[in-house]
């Protein structure tokens, strides 16, 4: 019954790598989200897409980019990871005519960049 | 801009008594919901119960309920008859419905402990 599906729960990665972070979704939503979670912080706004092809940048986009060639696949990039790129991430999808329905979310991956 | 704050970063509560989460927001929407997600230990964010902001009446789902006053931009969460399965990390959050690809936006969230 999983919905929305995360490459790697625990990512390990050195300072300067190139990383990417998968997310798949099987629900035909058109919205997808990346989030950062940090203690005392919350959830934070990366990047989102509300179509194929289609992104805007969240609260935080600096050292991130992203990727949507298909619609169930949003793909988060770090183009030289950094020591402060550590966090939990978390994707997350939704409907794009029910905004009511809230997310459905993925089950985070935890990246530690070394 | 829209903003959420949970000021308690913990709460604890003793098995089968109430706990009230508190949150307030801040928007300039006329229209909006606003949800309470729960996050246990596997770290797969859960629905806990949403609100529509023009809906009067203070939505319930079993032993969750909520507080919710307009003018005060208040959205409390009450747990009752707790259960040590609630112990997680909950976060408030809000989206406005104009537009589809309306935001959420989360507070800081609370860390719940369930005492038995």
């Known amino acids: 019954d999983v919905k929305v599906t995360q490459s790697s729960r625990y990512l390990v990665k050195r300072t300067g790598e190139k990383v990417f972070l998968e997310c798949v979704q099987d629900m035909d939503h058109e919205n997808m989200f990346w989030y950062r979670q940090d203690p005392g912080l919350g959830l934070r706004l990366i990047y989102f897409?509300?179509?194929?092809?289609?992104?805007e940048k969240g609260d935080i986009p600096e050292g991130y980019s992203v990727s949507r060639e298909k619609k169930e696949r949003f793909s988060l990039i770090l183009e030289s990871a950094s020591t402060n790129q550590t966090s939990m991430y978390l994707c997350?999808?939704?409907?794009?005519?029910?905004?009511?329905?809230?997310?459905?979310f993925g089950s985070g991956t935890r990246l530690t960049v070394v | 801009a829209q903003t959420v704050t949970q000021s308690q970063p913990e709460m604890s509560v003793q098995e089968a008594e109430t706990v009230t989460l508190s949150c307030t927001y801040d928007?300039?929407?006329?229209?909006?919901?606003l949800f309470w997600y729960k996050q246990p230990p596997s770290r797969q964010m859960i629905l806990v119960i949403r609100q529509e902001a023009y809906k009067q009446q203070n939505a319930t789902e079993n032993r969750f309920s909520v507080n919710f006053q307009k003018a005060a931009k208040s959205f409390s969460l009450k747990i009752s008859d707790s259960q040590l399965g609630d112990a997680a990390m909950y976060f408030c959050?809000?989206?406005?419905?104009?537009?589809?690809?309306?935001?959420?936006?989360f507070g800081q969230g609370t860390t719940l402990q369930v005492k038995p």
């Open positions: 897409s509300y179509d194929v092809k289609m992104k």
């Open positions: 959050a809000s989206r406005r419905i104009s537009g589809n690809t309306g935001k959420l936006i």
């Open positions: 928007t300039s929407e006329s229209d909006y919901y």
């Open positions: 997350a999808s939704s409907p794009g005519d029910r905004v009511g329905e809230g997310y459905t």
